[in-house]
C-alpha cells in the first residue's frame, strides 16, 4: 500500500467538498481532494433527455437497498462536482424561522445550534460565488437582506401570464433564485429546457465543478484524485485524531496521511464512511459516541405536478423562474404546508420512462400542452430513518418519509391553484420512500455531544481534526433547496478551519 501526506484531505467534490476547497486553496497548505467519479465529459448526450433519463448515462451503477433488502438505484451522479452538475440551480436561503422550533402538522422540525443572522454574511458570500440570480422583496417569507447580486432571470411569456394570473389569486409569486452563469447572454446560459437534472454542455450553470474546482486546480497546492474511493478513515491509537485515508484508486490501495480531513460525500455517503470506519475506538462507527451516526435521515417530500390544457400549447423554453412561498409558514390549516417552484419542462422520454405503458409520441403531444410544478414540503428527522452499512459494505437506506399530512394538503392546495389557473387536469408523480434527492440530517450538528455528531462548526465531537461538510449537518430538513445552505455553511467553516488549524 503507497503512502503519501497532505495537510488537508477532501473527500467529495460537490456542494461541500468543492467549496472547501475553493475556500481553503489559497491558504498555501497542500490539499488533496478525492473524487470516485471522474469529470463529465462535455457532449451532446448532456442534453439529450434519452441518454440522460432513459439511458441514465450519468447516474450512479450502485445499487442501495431499502429496509426489506430490496436493491434500488438512487438518484446519485459520482463525478466532479457530485449531484451540482445535475441539480436545477435552485439557491434559495433558509427562512429566518428554519433555524427556529417550527411545529408541524406531524411534529416538531427541531431548532439549529446557530441563527440565520450567523449564516447570513456566508449566504452573501455564497450567492456571489454561485452567480445567484434573484429579487430581494418579493417573496414574503424571506429575511430583510442585501439585494442579490444578479438581477432575476425574466419569465417567459407564458410564464409572466401565469405570474399575473397568481398575484389575481392573493398570492405572492416570486422569482427563484437561480445559480446560473451570464443567463441570456453570448457565451453564457442559453436558457435552454435541460437544466434540471441534466449537465450543461457549455459549462453555464453554477455547479462546484465550473465555480470551485477547476479554477482552484490552477494552484499548486491543490491535487485532485479521480477515480478514488475513501474506503475508511483510520484513527491514531487513542482515536482522538484521523492519521489516515485510505483510498482504492486504479486498482491499488493507497493510505494518504492528513493532518486535517474534511468528509464532503453527501449524507448517506459520509454516514456510510464513518460506519465502515469503525475500530477499537469507536467500535459503532467513527465519531458515534452519540448513536447518532447515520440516523435522522430526511429528504423533502416532493411531488412532481403537471397542468395540463389539451388547448393551450407552452412554447416555453425555459420555464423555471417562479415560485410560491404563501404557504411556507403558514396556512389556513394552522401550521406549514411547503413550497411550490415551476418546474423545467418536461421531456416525453421522461415521462415515458416514469409510466412507460404509452408510446413516446403521445407522452410528446402531452407534455407539449403542459406546465411543470413542484410541490416540497418539510420531512421531520426521526431516529428510526437512518442509513446503515451492513456485513457486506452494502449500503442500507430505512426511510420513511414524514409530514405526510401537510405534504398532502400542499399537494392539494397546488392542484386547485392550477385548476383556477384554467388547467384542465393536472397530474402526479412522487419517488416516496426511496427519494434519495435533497439528502440531509444523518450526521447533525450542536453544542450537545451526546445529542449530536458534529459541532457548529461541523468538527465531530469525537475526533478533533475530523469535520462534515455536506447536507449531513441539517438538523432539520427545511422546505427549500439546501444547496446555498451547503455552500454558505462551507464558506463558514473553511474560514473557521484557516483562522485556527492552519494559522501559523
Known amino acids: 500500500m503507497s503512502a503519501e501526506r497532505y495537510d488537508v484531505v477532501i473527500i467529495g467534490t460537490g456542494a461541500g467538498g468543492g467549496t472547501m476547497l475553493h475556500a481553503l486553496a489559497g491558504s498555501g497548505a497542500r490539499i488533496l481532494i478525492v473524487e470516485r467519479g471522474e469529470f463529465v465529459p462535455q457532449e451532446d448526450a448532456n442534453w439529450d433527455p434519452a441518454a440522460v433519463w432513459k439511458d441514465l448515462r450519468y447516474r450512479t451503477t450502485e445499487h442501495w437497498f431499502d429496509e426489506n433488502g ?31 422550533m417550527l411545529r408541524h402538522a406531524d411534529g416538531v ?7 440565520y443572522d450567523t449564516l447570513a454574511p456566508y449566504y452573501d458570500q455564497a450567492e456571489r460565488l454561485y452567480h445567484v440570480h434573484g429579487q430581494a422583496g418579493e417573496d414574503p417569507t424571506e429575511a430583510p437582506r442585501v439585494p442579490y447580486p444578479y438581477p432575476p432571470v425574466p419569465h417567459a411569456a407564458r410564464i409572466a401570464a401565469i405570474v399575473e394570473q397568481l398575484r389575481a389569486l392573493g398570492l405572492h409569486p416570486s422569482a427563484l433564485p437561480l445559480g446560473l452563469i451570464r443567463p441570456g447572454e453570448a457565451g453564457g446560459c442559453q436558457l435552454c429546457n435541460t437544466c434540471n437534472s441534466f449537465p450543461c454542455r457549455i459549462h453555464a450553470k453554477s455547479d462546484a465543478d465550473v465555480i470551485c474546482v477547476r479554477p482552484a486546480l490552477a494552484q499548486p497546492n491543490v491535487t485532485l484524485w479521480t477515480g478514488a474511493f475513501a474506503t475508511r478513515l483510520v484513527t491514531a491509537r487513542a482515536g482522538a485524531r484521523v492519521e489516515a485515508v485510505e483510498i482504492e484508486r486504479g486498482g491499488a490501495r493507497h493510505r494518504i496521511e492528513a493532518g486535517l480531513v474534511v468528509v464532503s460525500c453527501g449524507a448517506v455517503n459520509s454516514a456510510a464512511l464513518l460506519l465502515r470506519s469503525a ?18 435521515y430526511m429528504a423533502h417530500l416532493a411531488t412532481m405536478m403537471q397542468g395540463f390544457h389539451p388547448f393551450r400549447k407552452n412554447d416555453t423554453v425555459f420555464q423555471k423562474t417562479v415560485a410560491i ?53 418539510e420531512d421531520l428527522p426521526m431516529d428510526e430513518n437512518r442509513v446503515v452499512v451492513d456485513a457486506a459494505g452494502q449500503i442500507r437506506l430505512h426511510y420513511r418519509p414524514n409530514n405526510l399530512k401537510a405534504h398532502a394538503r400542499l399537494v392539494k392546495e397546488t392542484r386547485r391553484i392550477l385548476k383556477r389557473l384554467g388547467f384542465w387536469l393536472v397530474m402526479t408523480h412522487s419517488h416516496k420512500n426511496r427519494n434519495t434527492t435533497h439528502q440531509c440530517g444523518t450526521l447533525c450538528f450542536g453544542v450537545d455531544p451526546t445529542a449530536s455528531v458534529l459541532d457548529p462548526f461541523c468538527r465531530t465531537h469525537d475526533v478533533e481534526n475530523l469535520f462534515v ?29 484557516r483562522n485556527t488549524d492552519l494559522k501559523h
Open 70 to 100: 430490496t436493491a434500488f438505484l438512487p438518484y446519485t451522479h459520482y463525478g466532479v462536482g457530485g449531484n451540482s452538475k445535475f441539480w436545477g440551480s435552485v439557491l434559495y436561503r433558509l427562512r429566518r424561522e428554519d433555524f427556529g
Open 469 to 497: 461538510v455536506d447536507a449531513s449537518f441539517f438538523p432539520s430538513s427545511a422546505a427549500v433547496n439546501p444547496a446555498l445552505t451547503i455552500i454558505a455553511q462551507a464558506l463558514r467553516v473553511a474560514e473557521h478551519i
Open 325 to 377: 412561498n404563501d404557504f411556507y409558514l403558514t396556512s389556513r390549516f394552522g401550521y406549514p404546508l411547503g413550497q411550490i417552484q415551476s418546474q423545467g419542462r418536461t421531456h416525453g422520454v421522461m415521462a415515458q420512462t416514469v409510466v412507460p405503458v404509452v408510446p413516446l409520441w403521445a407522452y410528446e403531444a402531452w407534455v407539449a400542452r403542459g406546465v411543470d410544478w413542484l410541490a416540497m414540503s
Open 279 to 296: 475500530d477499537p475506538a469507536h467500535p459503532q462507527g467513527l465519531a458515534n459516541s452519540s448513536g447518532l451516526v447515520g440516523r435522522r
Open 109 to 115: 422540525s427541531p431548532a439549529w445550534p446557530i441563527g
